[in-house]
C-alpha cells in the first residue's frame, strides 16, 4: 500500500471502531425502559431487543447494527478504494467495535448483525442466503441462536464455494472463516444450553 493508502485504512479503522462500538440495540432498549444487561439474556444484541421489547424495536436494532458494519467498508471499498485485504482490516474494526464497545466497558454484542453488514459491503449474495439460512433456522426452532448457526455454516460453505469458483477475493474468504468462526465461539453458551436443551425460545413473533 502506498503511505496515502495505509494513512485512509488507519483513519477508517478507528472510524470503524467508534461506529461499531456505539450500542444500537442497548440504546434502541433504553427508549423503552429497558436495560437489556438485566433482562432475557443480558446480552446487547437484537434478539434480545426483540424478546425485551417487541419486533419494532428489534427492525431497528438490527438494521442499525447491520448499518454499522457497511457504512465504514462501503466507504473503503469504493470512496477510498483500498486493496481487499485493507478493507478486511476496517470490517474486522467495526466488528471489534460491536463486541468490545468501549462505551459499555467493552462488553458487547456476538457480532452477527454487524458482521453481516461487513459482508453485505463486500459480497452482497452471501447475506440474502445467510438470512433466507437463518430465517428458516429460526422459524423452525424458535431459537435466534440456531438461526444465526444456520446462518453462520451457510455463509462458510458458500464462501469457500465462491473463492474456489474464482468469484471471492482471498481476503474476504480469508475474513469469511475467521469471521464465522468468531460468531461460533461467541455463541458457545448457547451451543451449551441447545445441547441441554435449556436454550430460550420465541414463544411469540411481535
Not at 45 to 69: E, M, Q, Y
Not at 182 to 191: A, D, K, P, Q, S
Amino acid at each position: 500500500m502506498t503511505s496515502a493508502q495505509i494513512m485512509s485504512t488507519s483513519a477508517l479503522m478507528i472510524f470503524a471502531y467508534v461506529l461499531g462500538a456505539i450500542p444500537f440495540s442497548y440504546l434502541v432498549a433504553k427508549t423503552r425502559g429497558v436495560d437489556l444487561r438485566k433482562v432475557g439474556s443480558g446480552n446487547i444484541g437484537g434478539a434480545n431487543v426483540w424478546r425485551s421489547c417487541g419486533f419494532g424495536p428489534f427492525l431497528i436494532a438490527t438494521s442499525s447494527d447491520i448499518l454499522k458494519g457497511t457504512l465504514p467498508t462501503l466507504i473503503a471499498i469504493y470512496t477510498v478504494q483500498l486493496p481487499p485485504y485493507a478493507v478486511v482490516l476496517v470490517g474486522i474494526s467495526a466488528i471489534l467495535g460491536h463486541t468490545f464497545p468501549v462505551f459499555l466497558r467493552f462488553k458487547g454484542g456476538k457480532a452477527v448483525a454487524t458482521s453481516g453488514g461487513v459482508l453485505l459491503a463486500m459480497f452482497p449474495l452471501l447475506v440474502v442466503c445467510g438470512i433466507i439460512a437463518w430465517a428458516v433456522g429460526f422459524w423452525i426452532t424458535r431459537v435466534s441462536a440456531v438461526g444465526s448457526l444456520t446462518a453462520t455454516a451457510i455463509v462458510l460453505i458458500l464462501g469457500t464455494i465462491f473463492l474456489f469458483a474464482g468469484q471471492l477475493p482471498m481476503a474476504y474468504a480469508g475474513f469469511i472463516w475467521i469471521m464465522c468462526g468468531v460468531v461460533t465461539f461467541l455463541h458457545r453458551e448457547n451451543i451449551r444450553r441447545l445441547m441441554a436443551g435449556t436454550e430460550r425460545r420465541f414463544n411469540k413473533l411481535s
